[in-house]
């Protein structure tokens, strides 16, 4: 169900207050903390932000496309770890909307809607990572359950999670085909959390390491067919890669906020140092940078509204490939303003530098993002067809 436009207003409004007067005050101590922020969790609960991912009949008033995105780069403007603690829902939640059993949502949806239960997405291990299916987690038919075994890392809120996706292969020798999706709560016996990862960026999201040894799931759990998990982790991509693009623009504005109010107030050699042409001209392509990532993020939204399509895709790659490498410059680029405040951690710039880097990373390597659009361009035509001015 897509929000109509007042609605999404009213809630936009209701995210920039939270942003402005609650996250942003605490962004700093949640990065030095290192501490995932369990009560702002709850404001975005009680703000309804979950049920954006969520349909109306199970709690929530979604889904919804474009809101979460926008509610995710507001956020990401004051806190891009608050803005992944919230929008990590996304991945986590739409397999079970689109594969779960009735039992299985209703048990679960409502609760994730109402932020009273965390969820996470468990799909990479140690040996699986840009090679998804390559995972070993194995899942056997057992009954009327599966028995799951095995070990996922780089979980994004997997320790404080009360419920995970997890993606277990129940036919070990087909492949990708081969894999199969479970909604798995913690509390099941076997069902352990290991560690949580030391990350340079992105501190107070955990990024965990979960431990399944012989866990014991029922069968109502399974999320779509078997062998469909791999098409619903699929399914999950177009909208996660945009949610990575919606992080790395708001975290580029707020890095190139600060790069100017710092740079028409500091002054070396008689002036401000936004009037020294070297400067200027780092902060004119830091601007361009900006509105040119914005503006592939645009369009790839607006192509994914029209509905899932390999132009869609192609766009949703490009877009993340673009605004990750476009953050992570315009970041340093910003922290090269404010000399060597950049690198105190008195000034938010460093935090965003060091946070910025993982969209590089997750939801697809920028290196796999190539892969796919180029793959994509050797089997259709090339997707500009419909560029107008
Ligand atoms: C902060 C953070 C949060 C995350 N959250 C989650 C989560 O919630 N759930 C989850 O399941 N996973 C999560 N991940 C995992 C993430 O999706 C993986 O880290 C990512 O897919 C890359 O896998 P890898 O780290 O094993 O790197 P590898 O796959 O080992 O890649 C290493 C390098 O090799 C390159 N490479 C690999 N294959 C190719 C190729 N064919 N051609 C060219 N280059 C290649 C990669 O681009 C990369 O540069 C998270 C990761 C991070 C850092």
Not at 153 to 170: L, P
Not at 237 to 262: K, M, P, T
């Amino acid at each position: 169900m897509a929000i109509d436009p007042a609605t999404r207003a009213e809630i936009l409004k209701h995210v920039e207050r939270l942003a402005r007067e609650k996250v942003a005050p605490r962004a700093a101590e949640i990065d030095r903390s290192n501490a995932f922020p369990r009560d702002l969790y709850g404001e975005a609960g009680r703000l309804g932000l979950f049920g954006l991912w969520v349909p109306e009949e199970y709690g929530g008033i979604g889904p919804d496309l474009v809101t979460p995105l926008l509610v995710c780069e507001c956020l990401s403007r004051a806190s891009l770890t608050f803005a992944l603690n919230v929008s990590n829902c996304g991945d986590a939640v739409t397999p079970i909307v689109l594969g779960g059993t009735e039992a299985a949502k209703r048990k679960f949806l409502p609760d994730i809607a109402s932020g009273a239960i965390i969820p996470a997405f468990a799909l990479s291990e140690p040996g699986g990572g840009s090679d998804a299916a390559a995972i070993t987690t194995r899942a056997v038919r057992d009954g009327d359950d599966y028995v799951i075994s095995g070990r996922k890392m780089w979980c994004t809120n997997g320790s404080v999670a009360d419920v995970c996706t997890v993606f277990a292969k129940t036919d070990p020798q087909a492949g990708h085909k081969g894999v199969s999706a479970f909604v798995v709560p913690k509390g099941l016996r076997g069902f352990e959390v290991g560690q949580d990862e030391e990350l340079m960026g992105l501190r107070g999201s955990p990024t965990s390491e979960l431990i399944f040894d012989e866990v014991r799931v029922p069968a109502a759990y399974r999320l779509g067919g078997e062998g469909e998990g791999f098409k619903l982790a699929m399914a999950t991509l177009d909208e996660a890669r945009l949610n990575c693009s919606a992080l790395a623009i708001g975290g580029a504005i707020a890095a190139f906020g600060q790069a100017v109010a710092y740079a028409k107030e500091r002054r070396q050699f008689g002036k401000p140092i936004i009037e020294h042409q070297g400067l200027a001209f780092l902060l004119a392509e830091a601007a361009s940078d900006i509105a040119a990532g914005r503006a592939i993020f645009r369009e790839a939204i607006e192509l994914l509204e029209r509905g899932r399509s390999h132009e869609a895709s192609t766009y949703a790659a490009m877009s993340k490939l673009v605004t990750s490498d476009m953050a992570m410059r315009v970041a340093t680029q910003a922290v090269q303003v404010l000399g060597g405040n950049g690198l105190s951690r008195k000034y938010p710039v460093e935090r965003i530098m060091r946070d910025v880097k993982a969209f590089q990373i997750f939801d697809g390597t920028n290196e796999i993002q190539k892969m796919v659009i180029g793959r994509n361009l050797a089997k259709w035509d090339l997707p500009f067809d419909e560029f107008k001015l």
